[in-house]
C-alpha cells in the first residue's frame, strides 16, 4: 500500500522539465498559427477562450501531477483551464498556467511559457518553489524559497541594480495587459517614470525579465490573476528583486486562484516599486 507524504518533499523539479518535454510534443504537433488557433468551444476558470493547445497542455501537466499521487503525495491543484482538481490535500497548493501567452503561442509570437507554483498556503507570500520555462528563447527559470533563483541553472545575481537616467526615469520597463485603451489611461504615468517600454505578452515571463536585470521593473495595467503572477514573483523576489500587489491589504496577499485581484508590481528596488504602485491601476 503506497504511504502518504508530504507534497512540499516532492521533485518539482523533475515533474515541472518532464512537463516541459510534454508540452514541447503538444505544441510540435502544431506548428502553424492555424492549427494553434483551434477553440474548444469553452473558456477556462481564467475567463480566456481555452485553445486547444491549451488543454493540451493542461493534461501533460495533470498526468504528471497524477503520477505523483500514485506515488503517494498529497496537494490539491489549480490551474487556469479546468479549475480546482483536488489530491487529497488542500493546505498544499499547486498553481499551473498551462501557456501564460497562450496568444503568443497561437501567433507564432515569442514568448510563451509553462508556470507552475507550489505553495503551503493560500497567497503569493507562501509560495515554496516556482518554475517558469519560455518556450520562445527557450529558458527555465526556477527558484526555492531562501535558496535563490536561477536561469538555465546559473544562480541570478541578488545585486542586480535597475538602470536609470539623470532624471530618475527607468531605462526600460515592462508592461502587461498591453490594451490601447489601458495604456492610454496610464500612459502619464508611464511617460513619469521610464523612458521606454517592453510588452513580452506573458506576465509571467516579463516577471523573470525584471528577476533577470534585463527590465529595471514592470507592472501590469490591469488586475491580474493569481495563476499568471505565481511563480514569476518568487523568482524576482529570491533574485532580489520586490514584488507587491498593491489593491490587496498586504504586498503579498494576493490569493492563489484563477480571478483577476490586483495589478502586479515588480522592481529592482524598493523605491521603485514605490513609484510603480502610485501609477498601478
Known sequence: MTSIRSALDADWLGVCRRAVSGLDEVLSAVPTTAERAVETGERGRGGDRTLEIDRGAESVVLAELDRLRDEGFRFAALS?????VDYGDPSVKVIID???GSLNAKRRIPHYALSIAVAAGDTMAEVVFAFVYDFGPREEWWARRGEGATLNGELLDPALEERMGPDGRLEVLGIESADPR???ASIDGLESISYRLRAFGTIASTLCQVAAGRLDGMLSLR???????AAGQLIV???GGFVS???CVEPLAAPLDAAPTSPVVAARSLETLHRLEEIAP
Not at 80 to 84: F, H, M, S
Not at 223 to 229: I, K, L, N, P
Open 223 to 229: 488586475r491580474a490573476r493569481g495563476v499568471d503572477s
Open 245 to 247: 500587489f498593491p489593491r
Open 80 to 84: 487556469e483551464e479546468r479549475g480546482e
Open 182 to 184: 489601458w495604456v492610454k
Open 237 to 239: 523576489r529570491e533574485a
Open 98 to 100: 498551462p501557456i501564460d
